[in-house]
């Protein structure tokens, strides 16, 4: 399912989603939202739009909260609740060791960003999972 998931992802970027969007099309059939939804919901936070991180990660911050937490309407990636902060700090961590930042910024150019999709699809994926 992992695998599954990432190449999810990796196509949907590659077809011309923003990497956050990418993200949560890869689990919209776990958060059961339509592709318009999902398409939406991570609009406009591709591209480090979301406080200077990475898109890919944002999209975990979405899912997380969806799966996990309580989301916020105008913020869907802002993590509200212990448990849900809980998670975002081992997302954080995780990726920061894989992709050597959390910021867009600091990364974007080093390898392609469907690279960081996928690497953000598999730690989600890990620290989550399909949230049942």
Known sequence: MIMERQQQAIASFQA???CCQAIVLAYRAELKIDERTAIELGASYGGGRYQGLCGALAGC???TNQLKGTPKTNDPAECVGAAT???IVRLNQDFQQACGSLYCKEIIG???CSEYVGEACRIL???VGSGK
Request: without cysteine; glycine residues 6%; hydrophobic residues 20%.
């Open 85 to 87: 902060e809980k998670i």
């Open 125 to 127: 994926e890990k620290t």
């Open 61 to 63: 911050y979405i899912v």
């Open 110 to 112: 080093k390898r392609p």
């Open 16 to 18: 011309g989603y923003n």
